[in-house]
T-cell receptor
Framework: ETGVTQTPRHLVMGMTNKKSLKCEQHLGHNAMYWYKQSAKKPLELMFVYSLEERVENNSVPSRFSPECPNSSHLFLHLHTLQPEDSALYLC??????????????FGPGTRLTVT | TQLLEQSPQFLSIQEGENLTVYCNSSSVFSSLQWYRQEPGEGPVLLVTVVTGGEVKKLKRLTFQFGDARKDSSLHITAAQPGDTGLYLCAGAPTEDNYGQNFVFGPGTRLSVLP
């Protein structure tokens, strides 16, 4: 596979469930990101990892827990979510911090519905 | 907080028409990216502009970065139904040493009718 892949593509979960979203990048990049995209809102950056270390956490509630075991994989663990957390969750990767390496490449997203 | 505004928010045109969408900010960006997102998919990178005043062409799409690197425009010539989608601009703030903290605009939703 090439590019950035995400699984599952669709997820429906109850408020008491625990689930995980998975992202894998095949681009040799060393930075990975989680974004939330809700209807009628701009993309919201949630977490940034560079070389497997978290470098950004944009005041995301603790019911979202990221994990980056290596530079190719990123997870988002979900527990006790709220209906307002229903959104498209996008993963992205980039080459990192060097000037001119800012392009982010996105996966297809996971459409999450919390019931 | 650095913000990017995009206009118009929605645009519906007939096939063959020309259009321009805008991305504006009061902040300076070290680079700016344009993405297109189709329903149910992630954004796909179209172009990156880095130099103030830069113009880049991608087939029927022309991208311009403002001289002050605060704004950008996307012009589409002879639009086709395949151009339909959400067009997002994203900027990398200059004071961001890592260049990883993008700011995204809310997008322009374009619909090209056959």
């Amino acid at each position: 596979e090439t590019g950035v892949t995400q699984t599952p593509r669709h997820l429906v979960m109850g408020m008491t469930n625990k689930k995980s979203l998975k992202c894998e990048q095949h681009l040799g990049h060393n930075a990975m990101y989680w974004y939330k995209q809700s209807a009628k809102k701009p993309l919201e950056l949630m977490f940034v990892y560079s070389l497997e270390e978290r470098v950004e956490n944009n005041s995301v509630p603790s019911r979202f827990s990221p994990e980056c075991p290596n530079s190719s994989h990123l997870f988002l663990h979900l527990h006790t979510l709220q209906p307002e957390d229903s959104a498209l969750y996008l993963c992205a990767s980039s080459q990192g911090s060097a000037p001119g390496s800012y392009e982010q490449y996105f996966g297809p997203g996971t459409r999450l519905t919390v019931t | 907080t650095q913000l990017l505004e995009q206009s118009p928010q929605f645009l519906s045109i007939q096939e063959g028409e020309n259009l321009t969408v805008y991305c504006n900010s009061s902040s300076v960006f070290s680079s700016l990216q344009w993405y297109r997102q189709e329903p149910g998919e992630g954004p796909v990178l179209l172009v990156t502009v880095v130099t103030g005043g830069e113009v880049k062409k991608l087939k029927r799409l022309t991208f311009q970065f403002g001289d002050a690197r605060k704004d950008s425009s996307l012009h589409i010539t002879a639009a086709q139904p395949g151009d339909t989608g959400l067009y997002l601009c994203a900027g990398a703030p200059t004071e961001d040493n890592y260049g990883q903290n993008f700011v995204f605009g809310p997008g322009t939703r374009l619909s090209v009718l056959p």
